[in-house]
């Protein structure tokens, strides 16, 4: 699930206090010193409380995973204890290729779907519920509509603005059994509010290329309603805009510059205040592109009713950056950025009007090359906190958010 983290806290701090704000390193403390190849870790909420809880997913052999739950106890220095799952783990270690969490009933408690190389009656999709103490389990009376061979990533999102997950599959280059390209290589399925899906992809939705590799969800022409921008690995991104119905048209060509980037990750905030939301990409380029000055990142910013132009920004790195988060670390109302690059995780508190200042060193532990990050509220005070992937180990990392 990808998470817009920025201003989601309760209260607004002082000036004062958020000049104060940093991270602490407190991995040593809660976190299982034997876990490594961890190829996901999760940031979920397994039970009723407002503590974030912990899943790991990690990889036992080249088609093994196994999952270590962990519920949040918030004791102490945030006390985690371990939740056995056998079922899920002898599934886990049968072959499956992603793993996502959300919350599909609305009992606020996060469910996970699989996705396997091939499924029972070619259908690769499985919902795993959750017992409210972090136990998952398939209901036998549960139906989910097929999701064909070739789709390898779910995303759970709020694809209509409905305020419940609907859950968005892609795949890297999704064929037909004799070997033609599928037409429609990203597949939307629409939750009912009480975590029953249907498949609307050929309604919804325009025929899209392969190679789609992330996509960001907000309202970019301010009518309401939520659109689609679409980043790809190779080629041109485009950006599906909502008819107010729920419906989506692509828009690429009068709305977005004619780019065509290798598009590693993107997210998206107000980075100018002007009540449009803008975007934030990194990419990935060739050294020797010909190009004077390689640019690792830039900003779409959106001159209205999404329309974008591109901006590069002299303040962040110009270093191969594999991802970016937008929060409000210190709550100002200012968005801040997080990029994950070359060099580790760096941090750069937002000055408005697209300035932004490195604060890496006086905000962040010392820290090695971060794989990816997770956030959510471990401690209860209602600011966010994060969980790491780090190293060639792919060994975990806790930071929570502090202001002593």
Known sequence: MLFFSWGCTKERVSKEESLRQHYKDISQWVLPTSLSQIVQAELVWLNTDQLADIVFISRNGKDSLHADVYLNGGKGKEKFSLKENPVLNDRLAKGVSHVAFGDIDRDRRQELI???????????????????????????????????????????????????????????????????????????????????????????????????????????????????????????????????LGRFTDRTEDSLPPIADHTLHVDWADFDLDGDNDLLLVVMKDKNSGQEKVVYNYFLENLGRGRFLKKVSEDLPLVPTRRVYLLDANQNKIPDLILLTSNGPELYTGRGNWRFKNETGRRFPKAGSFREMSFGDITGDNFLDILGIVGKNRTARMWISSFK
């Not at 996705?115 to 139906?143: C, H, R």
């Not at 309604?203 to 309401?224: K, Q």
Request: proline share 6%; aromatic share 14%.
């Open 114 to 244: 699989l996705l396997t190389p091939s499924g029972m009656d070619g259908n690769v999709a499985e919902i795993w519920f959750n017992n409210g103490q972090g136990v998952f389990y398939q209901k036998k009376e549960y139906y989910f509509p097929k999701v064909p061979e070739g789709f390898d990533r779910a995303q759970f999102v709020d694809i209509d603005g409905d305020f419940d997950l609907d859950l968005w599959f892609t795949g890297k280059h999704v064929l037909t059994a004799d070997g033609k390209t599928v037409p429609y290589q990203a597949r939307l399925f629409l939750n009912d509010s009480r975590g029953n899906f249907e498949d609307q992809t050929e309604l919804l939705l325009p025929p899209l290329p392969a190679g789609i590799s992330a996509l960001s969800i907000a309202d970019y022409d301010r009518d309401g309603t939520p659109d689609i921008f679409i980043a790809y690995s190779q080629g041109r991104d485009r950006l599906l805009i909502n008819n107010g």
